[in-house]
């Protein structure tokens, strides 16, 4: 059996991030040739070669792909020990709820409310993240607990409880014909020459194909529909960030989207539990 040192982990991650060791080496503040004789241990060790090595470059062997994903949420679980540990040695410290900025406004808010009226419960503290960052940062121990959406993020390794279940909505530009519909339906919104579906990537960070401008944050794609560059189909409640450019507009046969509470499976926190009881006395109270 192979003993991996998480500085390995580390080391191959950087690597296979940048795919050019001299990055790589600069990122890890260590001069290249360590690094690169580091990297060639760790294949001998294991007996597989991790990159293709070529004057064009690096790339990622089947085998580094693999590890890649596995080396990540190792480091992810080894950051986690530390820092629940250290929170888990505070009694006053409140919990950390992540979740994607703009969605569930206000299911977010009435359940910040229900915590704040338990007697003794742990003060809440938001943090808000970008698309699909929630469950890298409940993974690694920044976040205690998070607002996530299925069938969209990323749920293995943690418990749920759903909370909420809507519909989705088009957004759209204020002057585009679309948006004088009082309802559409998906072939409507994919039949659209000049106004193409923005791209959100998938949950291995790589984007679907399509014609559609690529996007990476609540402000881009913002700024891209306002334009009339872009549309795209997100639950009804994300339109607590839309701008007076946008319209809604109802897509009738786009798939449901439940909105859950996450936690690491297996927690045996009490603060934790305590926060997701009142989140769970909120599921017969839809917000709108």
């Known amino acids: ?44 060790r294991l007996g597989v070669r991790l990159f293709d090595r070529d004057r064009r470059g690096v790339a990622l062997t089947e085998a580094g792909g693999v590890m890649l994903r596995e080396a990540r949420t190792a480091l992810d679980a080894v950051a986690a020990v530390a820092r629940r540990t250290r929170r888990a040695g505070d009694p006053r410290r409140p919990l950390v709820l992540v979740t994607k900025a703009g969605a569930s406004h206000e299911l977010l808010q009435r359940l910040l409310d229900a915590a704040a009226r338990e007697p003794g419960a742990a003060p809440v503290e938001v943090l808000l993240c970008e698309v699909g960052e929630q469950a890298g940062l409940l993974r690694d121990g920044s976040a205690d607990v998070a607002l996530m959406h299925r069938p969209f993020d990323d749920l293995v390794g943690f418990d749920t409880e759903d909370l909420h279940v809507e519909g989705q909505v088009a957004l759209l530009p204020a002057g585009h014909p679309l948006a004088a519909r009082d309802r559409l339906a998906l072939a409507d919104v994919r039949a659209v020459p000049d106004l193409p579906i923005a791209r959100w990537p998938r949950l291995d960070g790589t ?50 989207v439940t909105t859950v509470i996450a936690w690491p499976a297996g927690s045996s926190s009490r603060a934790i539990a305590a926060l997701v009881r009142s989140a769970a006395g909120l599921r017969d109270a839809a917000p709108r």
């Not at 984007?207 to 913002?222: C, F, M």
Request: glycine share 6%; charged share 20%.
């Open 1 to 44: 059996m192979h003993d991996l040192e998480t500085r390995e982990l580390a080391y191959f991650v950087a690597v296979a991030e940048e795919l050019h060791f001299g990055r790589a080496a600069d990122r890890l503040g260590i001069a290249q040739p360590p690094l690169s004789r580091a990297i060639r241990r760790l294949e001998q």
């Open 207 to 256: 984007y679907p194909d399509g014609p559609g401008p690529e996007v990476r944050t609540q402000s881009q794609l913002a700024q891209l529909v306002a334009l009339g560059k872009a549309l795209l189909v997100i639950p009804a409640s994300s339109r607590a960030w839309q701008w007076p450019d946008h319209v809604a507009v109802p897509v009738v046969d786009a798939p449901d």
